[in-house]
């Protein structure tokens, strides 16, 4: 367990798919017991036997109890409101809250639980459930180092954390990582219908896409002093067949174009989410 984890108490309100994964992620650092409480009014039977296997405390409602170092909200964005409440007996004058809420930003969590001073803001993505997670976070003023040292080390239980010096930035960080995972996997869906397309078998062409990406990934996990842009040269012969292609994804049209839109849609959405 790393030291700033030790002693630490926490109050999960929402154990869902990210809120799971982060739990887990805490439970592979050694937090177990009383260190860490649940609410949840709707439990899965996973987080169930994960909660009986470390002895973590599962509630269906907040109770009146002693106030949590670090409060991690996990609701789904439209239940803000019964989130806060369930959140608001376990925030103290030393708690942090860490808000994981797509689109919520810190004044929305501010106006309805103004006892909540130290507020971090963050963006997991699903990667998270196998501890290779990418999320984005934002500290306000109030937050210490200590507590932004403590919601760092929650968050990095999971993954990678990446800290930006304006919240404005974490629209963009829910467009880029946040929402990325589902573009990489309707990429091996594009990738295994044109080889459809190209007159491969169904079934081939999803074994083949699937593993190009995997490793692909893996390569880029591996050599993280390697920009994608080289690695991509390296496989790339001139006049061959994948220059061919290029010619194409790289176009005016092409898939730079079409990414640049689609978060820029995303950001947008982000945004139309507070309140």
């Known amino acids: 367990m790393s030291a700033t984890l030790e002693g630490a108490s926490v109050a999960l309100i929402g154990a869902g798919n990210m809120g799971l994964a982060m739990l887990e992620g ?10 860490v409480l649940i609410v949840d009014p709707n439990p899965s039977q996973r987080l169930e036997d994960l909660c009986a296997a470390k002895g973590f405390t599962l509630t269906a409602q907040p109770a009146a109890g002693a106030a949590r170092h670090a409060v991690v909200l996990a609701v789904k964005p439209q239940l803000l409101d019964a989130g806060v409440a369930s959140a608001a007996p376990y925030v103290g004058p030393d708690s942090v809250l860490v808000s994981i809420l797509a689109g919520k930003r810190i004044a929305d969590i501010s106006a309805r639980l103004p006892a909540a001073k130290a507020i971090v803001r963050a963006m997991p993505n699903t990667p998270a459930a196998i501890g290779r997670g990418m999320t984005g976070a934002f500290a306000n003023a109030e937050t210490t180092q200590a507590q932004r040292a403590l919601a760092d080390a929650l968050l990095k239980a999971a993954g990678r954390v990446e800290w930006v010096e304006s919240e404005a930035l974490i ?20 990738l295994a219908a044109a080889g459809v397309e190209a007159g491969l078998p169904a079934a081939l062409a999803e074994r083949l896409a699937r593993a190009t990406v995997e490793g692909a990934g893996e390569l880029l996990h591996r050599q993280p002093e390697t920009s994608a842009a080289t690695l991509r040269e390296r496989v790339t012969s001139p006049g061959g067949t994948t220059a061919a292609a290029l010619a194409v994804l790289m176009g005016e049209e092409g898939l730079g174009q079409l990414m640049a839109r689609a978060v820029a849609a995303a950001k947008k ?3 139309e989410l507070s309140g």
């Open 26 to 35: 805490w439970a592979n650092e050694g937090l177990a017991g009383d260190a």
């Open 171 to 190: 629209d963009a960080v829910t467009a880029v990582s946040g929402s990325g995972p589902a573009y990489v996997f309707h990429l091996v869906e594009a």
């Open 269 to 271: 959405r982000a945004g």
